[in-house]
């Protein structure tokens, strides 16, 4: 079975509880049900979030040893700021997408530089939640 990690970056733990009109009303741990009832029965998902982007360093680090089959990054704010999460998607082998709920391109200037897209397969913004499905589908063609 197939190994897909879904990774969120800072605040993300707040979704469904703040900026309803931005990220809709459904929490982390929703979405996480969400995918497991879709995918559960063909990958195996292996969720993480953090507000500290050295632990997202170390997380991409320990999938690139496991050698799992793909990432789903939402790097949140690191998107915009972090090398140090670029160089670990770049040195880590793994297929990663980027997904954002919002579309950062409608946002404010600072938000439409992604430092991680570059080393992503693809990116996903604007869908809602429904972006990380999509990016879980494509990972597991
Ligand atoms: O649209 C996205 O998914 C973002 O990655 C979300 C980040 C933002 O910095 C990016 O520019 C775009 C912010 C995540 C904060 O999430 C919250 C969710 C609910 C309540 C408060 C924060």
Redesign the pocket.
């Known amino acids: 079975m197939k190994t897909i990690a879904i990774l969120n ?4 733990d ?6 309803p009109e ?2 809709g009303r459904a929490t982390l741990a929703d979405l996480e049900a969400q995918l497991c009832a879709e995918f559960g029965s063909a990958a195996k998902l292996d969720f993480f979030q953090s507000n500290h982007e050295g632990e997202l360093v170390d997380k991409i680090s320990a999938l690139a040893d496991a050698k799992i089959d793909g990432v789903v990054i ?4 690191l ?2 700021t972090s090398v140090a999460l670029r160089d670990a998607l770049a040195g880590s082998g793994l297929r990663a997408v980027e ?6 391109y409608k ?1 404010e200037e600072f ?1 439409h530089k992604s430092l991680t897209a570059p080393v992503c397969v693809a990116v996903i ?1 604007g869908l809602g939640l429904e972006g990380y499905f999509a990016a879980v589908r494509y990972l597991l063609k």
Request: aromatic share 4%; charged share 20%.
């Open positions: 970056g800072p605040n993300l707040r979704l469904g509880k703040r900026e931005i990220y939402n790097g949140a704010a998107t915009h997904v954002h709920i919002s579309n950062i946002r938000r913004t």
